[in-house]
């Protein structure tokens, strides 16, 4: 990891954090999702990123799935991995 900062949710219980890594990924985390954006190579302005839709693009981890809110599925939201629970449980006791 290269940098974690805690941020204010617009809605709902606990703490936020956005996470970036080493190679330009970054996540949005709270207890209730994950977000992440990644490097789009063909957006040429500087730190060009783009969500990253977890159905079309891939990469959903083993025991997660994409959140659905009432009738309405998030492809670029997933629910967490233990170890990124275990990673926020360990953000909030700091």
């Known amino acids: 990891m290269k ?3 805690p941020r204010e ?3 709902g219980a606990g703490k936020a954090y956005n ?11 709270n207890p209730d999702r994950v977000k992440m954006d990644v490097p789009k190579p ?17 990469g959903l981890p083993e025991g997660t799935k994409v959140v659905v809110e009432g009738t ?3 492809p670029h939201k997933r629910t967490l991995t233990e170890a990124e629970r275990k ?3 360990d953000l909030l006791v700091e």
């Open 3 to 5: 940098k974690i900062t």
């Open 9 to 11: 949710r617009n809605a």
């Open 19 to 29: 996470i970036e890594f080493k190679d330009g990924t970054k996540i949005d985390i």
């Open 42 to 58: 063909q957006n040429s302005r500087p730190g060009g990123m783009g969500k990253h839709d977890f159905i079309k693009d891939g």
């Open 72 to 74: 309405k599925t998030l």
């Open 87 to 89: 990673l926020l449980e």
